[in-house]
């Protein structure tokens, strides 16, 4: 059935309200429609183009230190009783994710500092005209009504000068930021960024200097005071006034409290609550002041190395041996044996200044460096003898000659000629060693020999046994130095750190076996990882040929060159003398600790008449292992 046109043209035409007749040159309402979207889209590209325009005049900062936030955390180090004794770092700060800290921290400092924080975009325009207000009554830009937001933008996009310029920069990076980070990813930035005083960033560094403990052991009267910092840390300071941090804790309890985070209740009974701060010398020790600085020296020597990064960059926490009770006994005896040897020199009028020494012990079962000393005076000079210094070793290397010497068949009864000798050097010379009182014996035994040192069998000894055997017992007890391949090495003829001859005698002093000497047990780094500080055994003499050398250095402190460094139980040790008795060396052992002291002149000169390793380092050795009470 055909349909007629008529019955469609109505739905299908336009009316005469819509349209009008293009003669008389009227415009259908479509086009109306059209030309105004044209025109929005115009003016919605010029305002694009003007806003572009505006951002590149503003020049504003990309926000990758925000979205990839990477602080710079300091490194600290611990003692053995797992005390802070030294942080190392641009901006001493500790990162914590938000979940590890206390619950309360990020709701006080929330209340404290940005109320509607959950509620805003980044901006509180509730707070602009007050501050504006604010502004315009002072006369001066006293008021910012900065979101935290805002505090993050300008903490790490921009510089702290106060214009209206950078707070309009702030402002729209606070926006942008608030659109690429969640709310509790901004609270953890601002949480490890702000500065809270007395040198900490961030809230886990605050509660370490200011109560000494983790952020999530803080009671919620110590949350309230370190979220009251914020505003002003020199001003509201417990140090510089705790009437000012009291009142300002209040502030944030009573806000914390109309927002619904804690009750009245709970804000009475914290601001009720007692308050312990800690003592400022020990939240931030002065490294230069610091006893243990010798110490340290060492173990940043060797975290250096095994971070390969700079510490103060690391974030890591590094963990040592140091024992800080016998770090201080050792500091008194250097100082003191320092001080004994200039009184000398005094009485017999030769006015020397007072020499230089070095100090280390170690516990000779895990070569575990326990107490340093590196010199008299670090601030007057900063060399590690105790370490970086190499000196001839004299006497006290005589011990692995006798040791080389059992493991050939010797014995300590056996006999040695103790009388003049003269060495073809087989350079057309001859040498002729003395022994260092002027007197010969004729035929003694081994024992007696190293008891008082007798150059001459030393030489006899070691011409026997061989110079190799020698060489490579010296480089397996950790002997790092160059070592001579002529007699001299008999008498000490090498140079060797103190450290390093120290830790030799550990093979007999540990029943032949070696440690390597370590100052860290370990290093935490900043992203979890687990690092050794190193170390390591090794059997170096037959456990019956160290029992017997151990006997045989005994001889030596009992009725020997060492009798100064005598004390009740058991004590060995050798002395040492170089040449023209310009170093001065001890180095002895008891059931618990193995110690060695060198005392000498940086630009080695003589250290007086009758100076050497009996007199001068076996007494500061025996007054160490005294205090030391092992």
Known sequence: MAVSPEVLAPACQPTGDLSSDPANGKVYGDEVVYIFLLALWFVALAAAIVFCQGLLWLNLPALGAVTHYQPSQGTLIYDRNGRVVERIAHEYRIFT??????????????????????????????????????????????????????????????????????????????????????????????????????????????????????????????????????????????????????????????RMAEDGYISQDEARAAFAAPLSFRDKAQADPSPVANANVWYLDLVKRRAAEILNQPLAEAGAKIYTFLDPALQEKANDAVEKGGQAVAARSALLGQRRPQPQAALVCIEPDSGRVVAVVGGLDVAASSCQRAAQARRPAGSVFKPLVYAAALEHGWQPDSLIDDTPLTVDTGQGGTWSPKNADGKYRGQISLSQALAISSNVAAVRLLRQVGIEPVRELARQAGIASPIPSDLSLALGAVDVSLIDMTAAFAIFANNGMFHEPVVIDHIETADGQYLSGGGGGRRVLPEDVAGRMKTMLAGVVREGTGSLAALPGSVAGKTGTSSDNRDAWFIGFTDHYLAGVWVGYDHNEELGEREGGGRTAAPIWRNFIRAAGK
């Not at 602009?128 to 979101?147: E, H, V």
């Not at 805002?150 to 659109?179: C, D, F, G, H, S």
């Open 97 to 254: 994710p938000l979940a590890d800290m206390h619950p309360m921290l990020p709701k006080a400092f929330v209340a404290a500092e940005d109320g509607r924080f959950y509620r805003h975009d980044g901006l509180d325009f509730l707070s602009i005209p007050r501050a504006l207000y604010a502004n315009l009554k002072d006369g001066k830009k006293s008021q910012g009504a900065s979101t935290i937001t805002q505090q993050v933008a300008r903490v790490l996009l921009l510089t702290p000068e106060k214009t209206y310029l950078r707070k309009l920069k702030e402002a729209i990076l606070a926006w942008r930021i608030n659109q690429v980070l969640t709310k509790e990813q901004i609270l953890t930035v601002y949480l490890n960024e702000i500065y809270l005083g007395r040198g900490a960033y961030g809230v886990e560094a605050a509660a370490q200097v200011y109560f000494g403990k983790e952020s999530r052991g803080l009671t919620l009267a110590e949350v309230a005071l370190l979220a009251g910092l914020t505003q002003a840390p020199s001003r509201y300071s417990p140090e510089k006034s705790q009437e000012a941090a009291i009142a300002r804790q209040r502030y944030v309890l009573n």
